[in-house]
């Protein structure tokens, strides 16, 4: 299924820290909600058929998304976020 965000998606599938999905830049919080609607085309619809189990960011490389899905399998989904533009950034 192709989306607008399709477009925003530079490369990766994000099932592993090597191929973690890389977006084109953004701000942070625009970053964050472009993950959380990758994992929901993933999974489903957050809190019925998957929930956050943990989230992390590394370093400001990498950030990490442990899902646990309705039938109680987990995922990771790893998301690079060198391109993200922090507020401080000049």
């Known amino acids: 299924m192709n989306t607008p965000d399709d477009e925003l998606i530079i490369s990766g599938d994000g099932k ?3 191929t973690a999905i890389k977006f084109k830049p953004c701000r942070l919080l625009t970053r964050v909600a ?3 609607q ?3 085309e993933q999974f489903g619809k957050e809190n019925v058929d ?3 189990e ?3 960011t590394s ?3 990498q950030s990490v ?3 646990e ?3 109680g399998a987990k995922h990771s989904v790893y998301f690079d976020t060198s391109q993200t533009i922090y507020d401080d950034d000049k």
């Open 16 to 18: 592993t820290p090597k």
């Open 34 to 36: 472009r993950e959380r």
């Open 38 to 40: 990758f994992v929901n």
């Open 50 to 52: 998957w929930r956050k």
């Open 54 to 56: 943990q989230h992390y």
């Open 59 to 61: 370093d400001k490389r």
């Open 65 to 67: 998304w442990v899902v």
């Open 69 to 71: 899905l309705a039938d």
